[in-house]
């Protein structure tokens, strides 16, 4: 991870910054605290590179974003001197009421008040919802809960904060871009900064998804060194891995898929941290057509079930995710007999409609004794994955720990597909394993064993 220059700097020896610290002039000494350059994380807090119109921070709690969008404004208000006019006059603050952006873009700890050098600090005008600088630069305060509102104005830049949970989003990101129309002092076009934790918004799609936007994301971790001690640690011992935690932690954008087989909410709550004895384990490999950069991946997973007694319901415990893409026959051979071994299971379950004959001996190169069973698919994926997803629904099912790439690709599968995925192969083997183990004879009806 990229450093700022201050976070270089303290980890540098006493006396390195002793002689950095020594050599500066008292004015170049009082300038440092209001010197973003110096403070910034480039991982995601400096302005991307580039002919970009939107710049969208991406970040989970506490990374920083706030401090990071009024930096931005900062820069473009702000002229070489305290009244020097910048490259922007006219910018709109909107967040999703007017008390918010207040209390965070205006007045909070990380707000354009508190970031402000004492020469150029703006007057807050709260009965005129605005900010004025000594250079003459304006800011107007919006809420995004009354799009009207923004019908008139007319700025050259504009920071939003928390869109994805603004409630009416369409309408006054809508509004907004209508009255982002005045060019800067360099005739060049507005400009306007997004601040926000993700959540499944389709404006907030949108926007990452068009060519004029730069985007860069911040986890809680990056901004350790300005929180609370032990914060994002806490976070992610209780969260981590979740839905919520790499959302709100990892600043992740988790889309949801009408109609998928599983959800983000049903997998978290069939969470725990670890598997009890286990009755019998299998490693099922899903193997890929080709081998290169490009191919699909190996999906490769490893399962248990678990039985005490003749009457007791059948759980099954995913233990591990070893998929792998872009290795040679021979490397994903490799790593599904090491799953088999290190996780002692009782055999390795294939897919052979692919390979036939050749996955089988694939395996059997590197371990002449391995157990293995060879299952070849008579019947869709959809089809195939159904009955396993209404385990999970009946709550037989338990991830032990997180598995974030096979668990999006679970809550992107629909009943109609894969939507969109080319080919989930890290569900196409948890299917087998869960089949193997659970499904019984009413499964292998129809999944021929060879």
């Known amino acids: 991870m990229r450093k700022s220059t201050v976070a270089w700097l303290a980890s540098q020896p006493e006396e390195t910054r002793r002689a950095f610290l020594y050599g500066l002039s008292p004015n170049a000494l009082a300038a440092m605290p209001w010197l973003w350059e110096l403070w910034a994380n480039p991982q995601h807090q400096c302005a991307p590179e580039g002919d970009w119109r939107v710049w969208a ?10 401090r990071a969008g009024a930096e931005w404004v900062r820069a473009q208000v702000e002229g070489a001197g305290p009244l020097d006019p910048g490259r922007c006059r006219r910018v709109a603050l909107v967040g999703e009421t007017l008390d918010q952006v207040r209390a965070v873009m205006v007045e909070g700890e ?26 003459g630069a304006e800011a107007a305060l919006a809420s995004a809960s009354s799009p009207e509102a923004l019908r008139g104005p007319q700025f050259d830049a504009a920071w939003s904060d928390e869109l994805a949970k603004w409630r009416r989003c369409r309408e006054a990101w809508d509004m907004l871009q209508f009255c982002l129309r005045l060019p800067d002092a360099g005739g060049r076009p ?3 900064i997004v601040t926000t934790t993700p959540r499944d918004n389709p404006v907030l799609r949108e926007i990452l998804a068009s060519p004029d936007t730069a985007a860069t994301h911040g986890a809680t971790a990056a901004n350790a060194a300005w929180l609370a001690p032990g914060f994002a640690e806490r976070l992610e011992a209780r969260y981590g891995g979740t839905a919520l935690g790499r959302q709100e932690i990892s600043g992740e954008l988790l889309e949801a898929h009408e109609g998928a087989l599983w959800s983000r909410p049903m997998l978290d709550g069939l969470r725990v941290a670890a598997a009890p004895p286990l009755d019998r384990v299998v490693v099922a490999v899903d193997p890929p057509v080709t081998a290169h950069g490009r191919s699909d991946e190996c999906g490769i997973v490893v399962a248990g079930i678990r039985q005490e007694g003749e009457d007791d319901v059948p759980t099954v415990y995913v233990l591990d995710d070893r998929s792998v893409q872009g290795k040679s026959p021979h490397d994903w051979a490799r790593r599904a007999v090491d799953a088999l071994e290190e996780s002692e299971a009782d055999r390795i379950v294939a897919e052979v409609n692919q390979g036939g004959d050749l996955v089988e001996s694939l395996l059997r190169q590197i371990d002449p004794d391995i157990p293995f069973r060879a299952v070849r698919a008579t019947r869709s994926k959809r089809l195939r994955a159904e009955p396993v997803a209404a385990l999970y629904e009946q709550g037989r099912v338990h991830h032990v720990g997180a598995f974030a790439a096979l668990e999006d690709q679970m809550c992107r599968f629909t009943a109609a597909g894969g939507d969109g995925i080319k080919s989930p192969d890290r569900l196409d083997a948890l299917v087998w394993a869960v089949t193997d183990l659970a499904l019984g004879q009413r499964a292998r009806l129809r999944v021929r064993t060879l």
């Open 57 to 66: 921070i991406l970040g989970g709690r506490g990374a920083g974003k706030t």
């Open 110 to 135: 990380s707000g354009l008040l508190a970031c402000a050098p004492p020469d150029r600090r703006p007057a807050f005008q709260a009965s005129r919802n605005r900010l004025v600088w000594p250079n």
């Open 190 to 192: 507005p400009r306007q």
